[in-house]
């Protein structure tokens, strides 16, 4: 049983509010981010699947700023019915600060989105969206009647982003590749070539490169990947706490947003003055990206991680233009089920019998009819 002190000590962390009464002696598990109450589909995922594996348990999301993301977690660390969480954007890298122990795949990408509370009470930290990615990618959902790719072997690839999921996607899919090149594109060119300097420790074949030069890279790939947050529905939090939005932009493009502070947002006038002044860079944003999509060549695939909306304005592009697209629904639902079923929950599953193939595949199924 929770104690109203320990869920005040979890409020206090966060920005969105919990309800203590849909606590009770659940067992607790959930997703941290800046803002995953406003858009993450995982509780609704992973509640479903608790319902479905008899498991009782709650998961919550918690909105938390970067400042009080440590004292968060070491207050769920030290519930004993804490059984573990998923980290979202921004913390897949600051997280690890927190942590006891990094699995190998974690460490190996320096991003970590799952993490399990031990018997012995220690937090250890895993990493599922590469393999959940490449799942994705290979395997059909329930509802689905082919893969999206039937092959990865000889595929040259485009990455936009170098973050934390793009570190987790870029080290699976250099894996894949064999004979095929990862060209991984990024804002921040050194950020793009770190990423690239430690893949190519694993005798990988890829390539950084600046922004600028996406057009050129997105002609010459079979699939082209979006890790960025361009596209991501609703307003997003800076570092310096001012408030922007990046929905209506298209990875394919560069984009210079406008920022506005949480004062002026909260004023509808100042809130209509700021959107009419992104309108400009908006525009030069989806123009150089559509007129792009239509020269790229009709065989490659436009794949974005961004679940919310469910079309981006990259996967627009991709899709009038000619090209097959998917969004980040089943790289979610395979990553979740994963998560859940080798990590956060396997124990349970053990001790009931249930830790085998045919319980993975029906929580995969569970949690896409539940998106």
């Given at each position: 049983?929770t ?6 000590a979890?409020?206090?962390c ?11 002696d ?26 479905y ?84 990618l ?27 999921s ?51 890279w ?63 860079d ?32 990259f ?28 990590h ?28």
């Amino acid at each position: 049983m929770t104690s109203r002190k320990q869920i005040a000590a979890i409020q206090s962390c966060i920005t969105n509010q919990i309800d203590p009464s849909l606590i009770g002696d659940k067992a607790i598990a959930g997703i941290v981010g800046d803002a995953p109450s406003f858009y993450s589909k995982s509780p609704a995922l992973w509640n479903a699947a608790f319902e479905y594996l008899g498991i009782n348990g709650i998961y919550l999301p918690f909105d938390v700023a970067e400042l009080r993301l440590g004292e968060l977690i070491g207050t769920l660390k030290g519930l004993d019915n804490f059984l573990g969480i998923n980290v979202t954007v921004p913390h897949k890298i600051t997280i690890m600060d927190f942590l006891d122990e990094i699995e190998a795949g974690a460490d190996r990408v320096q991003a970590v989105n799952t993490i399990v509370r031990t018997s012995s009470g220690k937090l250890v930290g895993y990493n599922t969206d590469g393999e959940g990615f490449i799942e994705s990618l290979l395997t059909p959902l329930p509802e689905q009647t082919e893969s999206f790719m039937p092959s990865l072997a000889k595929t040259d690839a485009l990455l936009l982003g170098a973050g934390g999921s793009a570190r987790a996607v870029a080290f699976e899919l250099s894996d894949r590749l064999n004979e095929g090149r990862l060209v991984v594109a990024n804002r921040s060119l050194d950020h793009a070539m770190s990423l690239t300097s430690d893949i190519q420790k694993n005798d990988r074949q890829v390539k950084a490169i600046d922004e600028t030069e996406i057009g050129d890279w997105a002609r010459r790939v079979g699939l082209i990947v979006n890790s960025t947050t361009k596209g991501q529905g609703g307003i997003r939090k800076l570092p310096n706490g001012k408030l922007t939005t990046l929905e209506a932009y298209s990875a394919l493009a560069s984009a210079h947003p406008a920022s506005i502070s949480q004062a002026d947002f909260d004023d509808p006038q100042t809130r209509q003055d700021w959107l009419r002044a992104a309108q400009a860079d908006i525009d030069a944003n989806n123009q150089a990206s559509m007129t792009l999509a239509q020269t790229i060549p009709q065989n490659v695939r436009f794949y974005d991680l961004i679940y919310h909306p469910e079309e981006t304005v990259f996967l627009r592009h991709g899709r009038v233009s000619g090209h097959l697209t998917k969004n980040g629904k089943s790289m979610i639902v395979c990553q979740a089920a994963i998560a859940l079923c080798r990590h956060v929950c396997k124990q349970h599953l053990i001790e009931s019998g249930k830790d085998d193939v045919a319980t993975y595949r029906a929580v995969c199924q569970v949690m896409s009819a539940n998106w």
